[in-house]
């Protein structure tokens, strides 16, 4: 069993910050590429900022400037810096990840693995 645990949300006023963390655990053989999506009320969830599978960092733009990702490797954990908040960055933040896990000696490619997310919330 594979799990991607996020925390660090809460709400803070805005031009505060936060940091979120996502924890990877279980079965896993091996991490591809993760990264950090958000959802706020009544629209889709969007792409915030991820590492591809060469470890490039790459951030939407509406975060470029302000938020920070960082991962530790050896732990599996991925980190979302975020500075200079706004009400607009307000949403559920889901962690994401493109993982190899490993049960009983077979390998299995989740090409799209979710966390159950954390909220942030930025009051103006």
């Known amino acids: 069993q594979v799990q991607l645990v996020e925390s660090g949300g809460g709400l803070v006023q805005a031009g505060g910050s936060l940091r979120l963390s996502c924890a990877a655990s279980?079965?896993?053989?091996?991490?591809?590429?993760m990264g950090w999506y958000r959802q706020a009320p009544g629209k889709q969830r969007e792409f915030v900022a991820g590492?591809?599978?060469?470890?490039?960092?790459n951030y939407t733009d509406s975060v470029k400037g302000r938020f920070t990702i960082s991962r530790d490797a050896t732990h599996n954990t991925l980190y979302l810096q975020m500075s200079s908040l706004k009400p607009d960055d307000t949403a559920v933040y889901y962690c994401n990840a493109d993982l190899v896990a490993r049960y009983d000696g077979t390998y299995y490619h989740e090409r799209d693995y979710w966390g159950q997310g954390t909220q942030v919330t930025v009051s103006s």
């Open positions: 279980g079965s896993i053989f091996s991490i591809n590429t």
């Open positions: 590492f591809s599978r060469g470890g490039r960092s």
